[in-house]
């Protein structure tokens, strides 16, 4: 649709160029967010081929630049070169809109340049004062760099004004024809642009007197007041014009330009309102939104045989077969790309060397023609002086030299007549050979198109192709990976068994190096412990038996001190002294050595029987008793010796026969009482 409406927009119709194609354009802008789509199709159609299709395109550019995304003029930037030869290329026709070309290119670079140097300033240029001060920031310097930015902006739309009215007829009257609106109806987005500067240089011009001295803004209020009056006859000029009545409200300037050096003069400035009639759409437009523009839906394509056979091998063999038949249909693909390409340019490239070869054959013939015209007026002249030179005498020789010149003249007008119809034999088959290069170019065209829809069928099937391979191999990836997860878990398994393995024979290892250590000290532990053991039970069996001695030497000497104390006059109470102190002697030794217990055992059982035997025979001796009723009922006093009797049988361990043996001077009645106390 794009290039449908560029193409419709620039066509080589000398008429104005019809607001809905470039509207079509101006929408695109904003759908693609860019101008990349533009200038493609400028690439695809040069608007260079006639003077009527570059000065249609520069009519669209500037509207374009005016009303479509922001983002157009930055996107244009780049291309200021294709619209500097394209006003180049105009430049040396004297007819026709060679000179409006020119001018008009130089006001769509300027306006580009302007934008880039002021981004912030919107394509329609329409600001109000506070946005104003804003992209200056109250600067004095930035004013005045804007001023003269704004002044030579203002200069490039007045220079396009005065070509467009040179080169209409002075009498106005071409102002309704079609070829008259072709020239007049840029100036409307131009008539836009001025008001808007207009009204922006007043205002800075005004801020610029706040804060610079006068006389510095000298050239720039001689350059604003000579401006004033081109734009003032431009609004009065196109107000006056029939076209425009129907098309525009071109604003009125007042009648005296703004005196800048009286600041009251800015309130009673009015900014100058353009108001752009609406055009009525027509039935082609209306027709345009009813065509289908959807692509017909290529047919289904059958599956490839090749690969329904391969579904039944294994899955990397159909990929593989997928894969070299996507790359075969890429390289397809590319090579009729390839090959477009080329024969493109190919007739792109002979297209513009048969147009350069036509522009200098014209520009030859019209050299030819004033030539020939030339000799035309020459050789009338010298017809005239012939015969005015005939009635005197002296025309003879000068008839016959005119004669000379004349054939001459003649000669040489044969020879250009003759050249002139070569060179028209030569532009005629340049204009055939155009003619079979547009035959080849539409022929071209129609395979480009053929080939765009090979290559999307192609497209489709390659997509088709990629959807299953790429859910094959998806599938395969799903399978792979849970393999890998279950080879992972059993290697995970397999690694841990093998580490708790290796540990517990570690452990096993270890314990029987323990168990090994502890054998041995245990072997070493019972060797001592025996060894030992033999020396205890040798020293203990040597202590019992020593013990045994001293028992035995101990009741031999206590047997020993009592016979010997029989016939002695010695107390008890000795006896008992000589033991305790034997006991406490003995008792030293003991601490301070361990052998000496025997000799502690023997003073023990003598100090004891002595003590005990003491405290007996004093008992006995004494005869008392806490209950007095007892001790004279159990004791009477007939059986005497009845307690010592009973103390020495319980002492000496004797038997009462034996008792009877030792005694024999006792009575028998004694002993029978002795007898029955026991």
């Known amino acids: 649709l794009q290039e449908a409406s560029f193409r419709k927009a620039v066509n080589d119709e000398e008429v104005p160029v019809k607001m809905k194609h470039v509207r079509n354009l101006i929408i695109g802008t904003f759908t693609d967010k860019n101008a990349e789509l533009l200038w493609r199709n400028v690439a695809v159609c040069p608007p260079i081929s006639t003077d009527v299709t570059a000065w249609k395109f520069c009519h669209c550019l500037h509207v374009v630049f005016r009303d479509g995304h922001p983002r157009v003029l930055r996107d244009s930037h780049q291309h200021i070169s294709r619209i500097k030869d394209t006003g180049q290329h105009f430049r040396h026709l004297t007819h026709g809109y060679g000179r409006l070309i020119t001018r008009y290119c130089e006001l769509l670079i300027a306006k580009l340049k302007f934008h880039q140097l002021y981004p912030r300033f919107p394509g329609s240029l329409s600001v109000t004062p506070e946005e104003l001060e804003a992209l200056a ?49 840029p100036l409307i987005p131009c008539i836009q642009d001025s008001s808007c500067l207009y009204d922006c240089t007043v205002r800075i011009l005004f801020q610029l007197h706040k804060a610079l001295p006068t006389d510095m803004l000298s050239g720039h209020r001689t350059r604003f007041y000579k401006q004033f009056k081109q734009l003032q006859q431009f609004y009065n000029n196109t107000r006056n014009l029939q076209y425009f009545k129907g098309l525009i409200q071109v604003p009125a300037l007042p009648e005296d330009a703004p005196n800048f ?61 997928r894969e070299s038949l996507i790359e075969a249909l890429h390289g397809e693909l590319e090579a009729m790309r390839i090959e477009v390409q080329q024969s493109r340019s190919h007739a792109t490239h002979n297209e513009e060397q048969l147009r350069l070869r036509i522009n200098d054959l014209e520009s030859t013939i019209a050299e030819l023609d004033s030539e020939l015209l ?42 250009m007549k003759d050249v002139y119809q070569k060179l028209r034999d030569e532009h005629i088959n340049l204009i055939r050979g155009k003619a079979e290069l547009d035959k080849q170019l539409s022929v071209e065209r129609e ?36 393999a890998e997860q279950e080879v992972q878990l059993l290697n995970e398994g397999i690694l841990a068994v093998t580490a708790e393995r290796d540990r517990m024979i570690g452990q096993v290892k270890h314990l029987q190096d323990s168990v090994s250590q502890l054998n041995n000290q245990m ?38 001190h009592a016979l010997s104390h029989f016939d002695l006059n010695a107390h008890a109470e000795t006896l008992v002294m000589d033991a305790v102190t034997n006991l406490w002697s003995s008792y030293e030794s003991y601490v301070g050595s361990f052998h000496t217990a025997p000799n502690l055992i023997f003073a023990i059982t003598t100090a004891s029987h002595y003590i005990a035997s003491f405290l ?11 209950n007095i009723e007892y001790a004279e009922k159990t004791y009477p006093s007939e059986i005497p010796d009845t307690i010592y009797f009973q103390v020495e049988l319980e002492v000496f361990n004797i038997n009462f026969s034996d008792y009877v043996e030792l005694h024999p001077d006792v009575d028998k009645k004694t002993f029978a009482q002795l007898q029955n106390v026991h």
């Open 374 to 415: 030339a000799e035309r007026h020459s050789k009338e002249s010298i017809i005239a002086q012939v015969e005015a030179a005939a009635a005197s005498a002296e025309a003879v020789t000068k008839l016959a030299d005119e004669e000379t010149r004349r054939r001459s003249a003649e000669e040489k007008f044969v020879k």
């Open 137 to 185: 920031e109250n600067d004095a310097n930035n004013y005045f760099e804007l001023a003269v930015e704004l002044l030579e902006y203002m200069e490039c739309i007045l220079n396009l004004y005065d070509a467009v009215f040179a080169s209409l007829d002075p009498s106005r009257a071409n102002s309704m024809t079609r070829s008259g609106q072709c020239r007049l109806a």
């Open 447 to 482: 395979a480009h198109t053929s080939t765009q829809r090979s290559r999307g069928e192609l497209a489709a099937a390659l997509n088709k192709l990629q959807s299953q391979v790429a859910q094959d191999t998806q599938t395969h990836r799903n399978q792979s990976q849970m």
């Open 261 to 321: 050096l009286v600041e009251a003069e800015l309130r009673s400035h009015e900014t100058p309102v353009v108001v752009v009639e609406e055009q009525p759409e027509t039935a082609d437009t209306l027709d345009t939104l009813l065509i289908d523009t959807s692509e017909p839906e290529p047919p289904p394509i059958p599956p490839h045989p090749d690969i329904i056979d391969s579904h039944n091998g294994s899955l990397a063999e159909v990929v593989a077969e």
């Open 523 to 560: 072997e070493t532990q019972a060797q001592q412990a025996a060894s030992q053991l033999m020396v205890v039970q040798y020293e203990w069996e040597g202590g019992i038996h020593k013990s045994v001695e001293g028992a035995v030497d101990g009741g031999l000497i206590v047997v020993t």
């Open 616 to 626: 007996l025979y004093a008992k006995a001796s004494s005869h008392a008793s806490p």
